[in-house]
């Protein structure tokens, strides 16, 4: 059973950054895609950021220049840097690993992710 478990979130004042970490368990990390989720008080979750398998990434157009998604096969960890944080980026992060194993197309739709964290609050004050 894959685990992820996320950290680094907070509460910080508009303009300012944050670095979420997701550490997953298993040996097979570096060959699966991850993305990242959020979800905002009263909205549905929505997709983020994504990273393949060989290190491409992909950016919802709200975060696009102001996030990078990241990730350090050696650590089976995926990071997500968060700059110059707006407070409608306030919401529970979280991070997913991809159902199916080298997988380059970067898909949005929670259905293609197989494993879930349990999320980290962020809140951004104005």
């Known amino acids: 059973q894959v685990q992820l478990v996320e950290s680094g979130g907070g509460l910080v004042q508009a303009g300012g950054s944050l670095r979420l970490s997701c550490a997953a368990s298993?040996?097979?990390?570096?060959?699966?895609?991850m993305g990242w989720f959020r979800q905002a008080p009263g909205k549905e979750r929505e997709f983020v950021a994504a990273?393949?398998?060989?290190?491409?990434?992909y950016y919802a157009d709200s975060v696009k220049g102001r996030f990078t998604i990241s990730r350090d096969n050696a650590k089976n960890t995926v990071y997500l840097e968060m700059n110059s944080l707006k407070p409608e980026d306030t919401a529970i992060y979280y991070c997913?690993?991809?159902?199916?194993?080298?997988?380059?197309?970067?898909?949005?739709?929670?259905?293609?992710?197989?494993?879930w964290g349990q999320g980290t609050q962020v809140t951004v004050s104005s």
């Open positions: 990273i393949n398998w060989s290190g491409g990434t």
């Open positions: 298993g040996r097979t990390f570096s060959a699966y895609a």
């Open positions: 997913a690993r991809r159902t199916t194993q080298h997988t380059t197309i970067p898909k949005t739709a929670e259905s293609e992710y197989a494993y």
